[in-house]
Every structure is written in structure tokens, then in C-alpha cells.
């Protein structure tokens, strides 16, 4: 990433928008003005994107997307995104929904690649089948990196929310793994999620959902 933003980049809108089509390998709709403050206290901003194929930041300069170096990810300590804010931590960037000294609750942006390959049946008709495309066999390729992918590929974008407390560490994939969590407020967590309508794809809807049952413990 350099240190200043290209003015002559305007708006790049992505096709698909990440809370209408879950299956959307970026998270946000489109790139985005950011700031990277790195480790020894140096800042940078650009134009930035989280794909969740690479598991990575994708840099949009002079109309061409570019994946952030392993050394400059490595070295960030915060990357803010309008009010978001990502941290690296091992190998990839976490999300931070909400962190106080007793609590953290991280989710994680997991996107698998699929490719759509026609093959012949028994009886000698084609069909479509879909195989699941190891990442790291194409993870240096553009087509990761691409917007729109080509017909070829989809993309499944799951979610994983971290949640460390003083009881420990504890992993959710979906919202019924929340409520089995918190089973002891069966109740309240079903008429709050009727009530919020709560999205487990929404990061800001799951987290307020947690907060609430913490504050019930």
C-alpha cells in the first residue's frame, strides 16, 4: 500500500452487495476509503476491500485491483473502514465487533470457491455438477481478485464469530449455535431475534444479539 490516495480514483461499485447476496466473496459492496495503522505507529490509507477468499485486503489504485503484500499485512496493527475495524492476527484479518478488557467478539470472513463442471450421466446426458476449488490452488491467480467472477465460479461466504471471555473461547456458525450457548435465556434470545430480526450475516445485528445475552449472565 503507498502512503497517499490516488485522486483519480473514483467510486468502484462491486456488482454484488454483501447483505443481498451472501455469496459475495468481498465484504463490502464496494472499495472503500481506509486507514491502515501498521505496528511501529505509521499510517496508510488507499482504497480497500476484505475478500474473503484470500482472507486478505485488496487495494484499489489507478483502476486495478492488487492484493496487500504478506509483509505490509503482517506489519498492520488496525485497518479502519468507516466505523469497522479489522485486526491481523496468525495468518488473516478478524473483524472486531466489539472489545473491552473482559471481552472480545471477532468474526471471521470464510469464502469458499466453487467450480461449476459439466459432466455425462449413466445414460449419456451432461449435468451440472459443483466441486469445491482448493483456495490455495488459485490464491495467486486475479480471478480471486476479480469483482465479478467468471461463470464458471461461485462463492459460499460463511461466518465465524469468535467470542473470548473470561470462560474461555467459543466459536459460532450460526445463530442456533448462539442460542444452544446461551440456552439458559431460551426465551429472551427467541423473542429478542424475533423482535431485532436478527441476520446471522449482519456482524452488527449478531453482535448486538451477544451483548444483550451477556448482559443477562
Given at each position: 500500500?503507498?502512503?497517499t ?13 454483501f ?5 459475495d ?31 486478505n485486503?485488496?487495494?484499489l489504485?489507478d ?77 495467486n ?27 474461555g ?49
Amino acid at each position: 500500500m503507498k502512503k497517499t490516495i490516488t485522486t483519480a480514483v473514483t467510486a468502484f461499485l462491486v456488482m454484488f452487495s454483501f447483505g443481498q447476496n451472501k455469496k459475495d466473496h468481498y465484504v463490502f459492496p464496494e472499495f472503500k476509503e481506509a486507514l491502515a495503522v501498521f505496528k511501529d505507529g505509521s499510517q496508510q490509507k488507499g482504497y480497500l476491500n476484505y475478500n474473503g477468499l484470500t482472507k486478505n485486503f485488496a487495494l484499489l489504485e489507478d483502476g486495478e485491483i492488487k492484493s496487500v503484500s504478506k509483509k505490509d499485512a503482517k506489519n498492520v496493527d488496525m485497518v479502519y473502514i468507516e466505523n469497522r475495524k479489522f485486526i491481523y492476527r496468525g495468518d488473516q484479518f478478524y473483524e472486531i465487533i466489539f472489545r473491552t478488557s473482559k471481552v472480545e467478539l471477532l468474526v471471521e470472513y470464510n469464502a469458499t470457491l466453487k467450480t461449476n463442471t459439466e459432466g455425462r450421466n449413466a445414460y449419456g446426458s451432461s449435468s451440472q455438477t459443483t466441486s469445491t476449488q482448493v483456495v490455495s490452488t488459485v490464491e495467486n491467480s486475479s480471478v480471486l481478485l476479480n469483482t465479478e467472477l467468471p461463470e464458471a465460479y461461485s462463492v459460499e461466504m460463511k461466518l465465524n464469530y469468535i467470542l473470548t471471555d473470561k470462560k474461555g473461547t467459543e466459536s459460532f456458525k450460526s445463530l442456533n449455535q448462539i442460542k444452544k450457548h446461551y440456552a439458559k435465556h431460551k426465551k429472551q434470545y427467541k423473542a429478542y431475534v424475533k423482535a431485532k430480526d436478527v441476520d446471522f450475516y449482519d456482524p452488527a445485528s449478531v453482535g448486538a444479539l451477544i451483548s444483550y445475552l451477556k448482559s443477562l449472565s
